[in-house]
């Protein structure tokens, strides 16, 4: 007597296959397999599904058959499958040829079985269908064996869902982590780097104290030689010592403004209005005469929070390396644009000779400079002052087009 006409059999074999049944986390298919198999097995049917259903369309997670490549998906409309998830019951059709009510069976079957996959919480996510392709009727026991593995695949698909879920938390939990643990880092850095800034400014400021008392001393000596009467040669020799002794009094105070902290003074200020007013004592300096200064607002009011005399400071140093940079008659540009953005950015533009590129990456550098009388802290100091304040300078420089400075600093929210 076969399996199938011996109920108890039938059943030991069911607890059997359900005991060696273990479900590993992320091993879905194969476990779902098994399943597949088993009830096909124990009901005596040609063929056995375990399907998720979503949004109108099932798909085959298993098979008992071979079905081939590839995902294997289908519509739920009209089919018998389709009355199960709408019934959210079982469904035994012995034949389904003579009762087309339910919906249409697969190609070349014709008595149907099928089973809801329901979760702990109540959802019908699925089902285990199993086809035969003679009609046949099928007892309560075997609905209630095939009920048993149903139990069994919709925990197991749940708790895999609940599995990826987690992994996709983990994973954007990691990457937090990550950017948070970079940011942190981040932050450690700029203190530590703060800190070393702060103990070499100290460091400087001690130093150029102690040098500046002694060379005022050697100034004021070759100050009073001015009043006697010397040879030309030793003229020649006391000029010269007064020049590299007022560029060493320079020196000393750019690096003594290059290593103290930017302690700002902020207010707010209207950018179109701050290069205006700034631009006409800038045309009268030295370095301006005989050069044309195109100023070219933006169209709206951008307004900034900064310190008014730093931040001119640092327009006075671009403007007037502009005008260093071309001959007379030539032509400085200053263009303030925006991006729309929250950031205001303020262009001075020369048509001199391009910038080396192996110059350009060092401009900013302390103590680089390509002038023959320049401390080479013009630019840092500059630098310094736009990072205080939360902006960005760049410069850019190419053959036949010139070179833009640019400042970019965050303006104020309207």
């Known amino acids: 007597m076969s399996l199938q006409n011996q109920p108890w059999q039938r059943e030991l074999r069911a607890m059997a296959l359900l005991s060696t049944l273990n479900y590993r986390t992320g091993k879905l298919n194969s476990y779902l397999d098994n399943i597949a198999r088993g009830v096909s097995e124990l009901i005596g049917v040609d063929w056995s599904v375990v399907t998720l259903c979503q949004?109108?369309?099932?798909?085959?997670?298993?098979?008992?058959?071979?079905?081939?490549?590839?995902?294997?998906?289908?519509?739920?409309?009209?089919q018998l499958t389709g009355t199960v998830i709408q019934m959210g019951c079982s469904l035994a059709v012995e034949d389904a040829t003579e009762n087309r009510e339910y919906g249409e069976p697969p190609e070349g079957y014709r008595s149907y079985l099928g089973i809801p996959l329901r979760t702990a919480q109540g959802e019908v996510i699925g089902t285990i269908c199993s086809f035969h392709q003679q009609p046949r009727k099928f007892s309560k026991e075997e609905m209630q064996i095939v009920e048993l593995f149903a139990e069994r695949a919709a925990t197991a698909i749940d708790h895999y869902h609940l599995y990826e879920q987690q992994c996709k938390f983990n994973h954007v939990l990691e990457a937090e982590v990550e950017k948070r643990t970079a940011q942190l880092r981040d932050a450690q850095n700029q203190l530590v780097e703060q800190e070393r800034l702060a103990a070499i400014g100290e460091f400087a400021a001690i130093i150029v104290h102690e040098i500046r008392n002694p060379l005022t001393t050697m100034m004021m000596g070759l100050k009073y030689f001015q009043k006697t009467i010397l040879v030309k040669a030793a003229q020649e020799r006391l000029s010269l010592s007064l020049d590299e002794g007022s560029r060493l009094q320079r020196l000393l105070g750019e690096i003594l403004l290059?290593?103290?902290?930017?302690?700002?003074?902020?207010?707010?200020?209207?950018?179109?209005?701050?290069?205006?007013?700034?631009?006409?004592?800038?045309?009268?300096?030295?370095?301006?005469?005989?050069?044309?200064?195109?100023?070219?607002?933006?169209?709206?009011?951008?307004?900034?929070?900064?310190?008014?005399?730093?931040?001119?400071?640092?327009?006075?140093?671009?403007?007037r390396n502009a005008c260093e940079a071309i001959s007379a008659g030539n032509m400085v540009k200053c263009l303030v644009e925006t991006d729309g953005k929250?950031?205001?950015?303020?262009?001075?533009?020369?048509?001199?000779?391009?910038?080396?590129?192996?110059?350009?990456?060092?401009?900013?550098?302390?103590?680089?400079?390509?002038k023959a009388d320049g401390t080479g802290l013009g630019l840092a100091i500059t630098k310094r002052i736009v990072n205080a304040h939360g902006g960005e300078l760049s410069i850019q420089s190419e053959s036949g087009c010139g070179t833009t400075v640019t400042v970019q600093l965050p303006t104020l929210s309207k």
């Open 342 to 370: 929250n950031k205001v950015a303020i262009n001075v533009h020369n048509g001199g000779e391009a910038i080396p590129k192996e110059v350009l990456s060092k401009l900013t550098q302390p103590f680089f400079s390509t």
């Open 258 to 319: 290059y290593a103290k902290p930017q302690i700002l003074q902020l207010c707010e200020l209207d950018v179109n209005e701050f290069i205006s007013e700034l631009l006409i004592s800038i045309r009268e300096m030295p370095e301006a005469l005989e050069r044309q200064i195109e100023f070219i607002p933006i169209s709206s009011t951008v307004k900034i929070l900064a310190d008014k005399d730093k931040l001119k400071q640092v327009f006075i140093n671009i403007v």
């Open 55 to 78: 949004e109108g369309f099932e798909k085959v997670l298993a098979s008992s058959v071979d079905m081939g490549e590839g995902e294997h998906i289908y519509s739920l409309h009209g």
